[in-house]
């Protein structure tokens, strides 16, 4: 299976060892996250670091690892220019219109944990990740 990862989905693994990691690094599933998600990481990184109590560089080496030995591909925004104007229009938050784009692209869902995005469209499949979870 192929999925575009969301970056709530990279936080939870991120944050802890849990389930998500465990699957992004061991399923065998194709992976797939704009290079955004890197943006909106930064954006986050002060609340990563007190929920993690790691160092920027500690966290930034765990992402490096879970892109590494996941296998997830980053795809360059410039690489979604002829789905951006679609996604923007599917895409409940603006914010949520990269992941969308590289959807649509690639033909296949998105990992995410946001209900707007799962709810408020029905052009790309978007599944949680308990739902994620059962398919082991």
């Not at 709530?8 to 998600?37: C, K, M, Q, W």
């Not at 920027?56 to 980053?74: D, Q, T, V, Y």
């Not at 990992?111 to 739902?131: C, G, M, R, T």
């Amino acid at each position: 299976m192929e999925l575009v990862l969301d970056a709530n989905i990279l936080f939870s693994a991120l944050i802890r060892d849990s389930h998500t990691r465990h699957f992004l690094l061991f399923s065998g599933h194709s992976f797939y996250t704009p290079e955004f998600v890197f943006e909106e990481i930064n954006n986050h990184m002060d609340e990563i670091k007190e929920k993690t109590m790691l160092s920027e560089p500690e966290i930034r080496e765990i992402l490096g690892n879970i892109i590494a030995f996941g296998g997830i591909k980053i795809i360059p925004l410039d690489e979604l220019k002829s789905h951006r104007d679609e996604a923007k229009r599917i895409s409940p938050d603006p914010d949520d219109s990269h992941y969308v784009a590289l959807a649509l692209k690639h033909r296949c869902a998105i990992w995410s944990n946001d209900k707007d995005l799962k709810e408020k469209q029905n052009a790309v499949k978007v599944y949680s990740s308990e739902e994620i979870l059962k398919m082991k």
